[in-house]
């Protein structure tokens, strides 16, 4: 089994500063890619950010400039720092891993319990 662990959502008003992380524990080979997605009311999850266990990343238009996503391999932790924030970015944030528990199977999609965050105006 795989758990993914978020923390450090919260309140905070626009402008501020947000980081989230998400530890991954359990059966672990290799992680390929790990990232962040959000889901606000009434809209469909997105994709905010990702990265490779090389360090490439990848993110949303709407949050280039101001989310950096960053990951720890020797942790099995990644973390988005979030600044300059917009109530716009008010969600529960979900992290997400593509878990491949031992050589022989594929990646599998592991998520997050998710963590609320909300920016007032």
């Known amino acids: 089994q795989v758990q993914l662990v978020e923390s450090g959502g919260g309140l905070v008003q626009a402008g501020g500063s947000l980081r989230l992380s998400c530890a991954a524990s359990?059966?672990?080979?290799?992680?390929?890619?790990m990232g962040w997605y959000r889901q606000a009311p009434g809209k469909q999850r997105e994709l905010v950010a990702a990265?490779?266990?090389?360090?490439?990343?990848n993110y949303a238009d709407s949050v280039k400039g101001r989310f950096t996503i960053s990951r720890d391999n020797a942790k099995n932790t990644v973390y988005l720092q979030m600044n300059s924030l917009k109530p716009e970015d008010t969600a529960v944030y979900y992290c997400?891993?593509?878990?491949?528990?031992?050589?022989?199977?594929?990646?599998?999609?592991?998520w997050g319990q998710g963590t609320q965050v909300t920016v007032s105006s």
């Open positions: 990265i490779t266990s090389g360090g490439s990343t």
């Open positions: 997400n891993a593509d878990v491949r528990v031992t050589p022989l199977l594929s990646p599998y999609p592991y």
């Open positions: 359990g059966s672990i080979f290799s992680i390929n890619v």
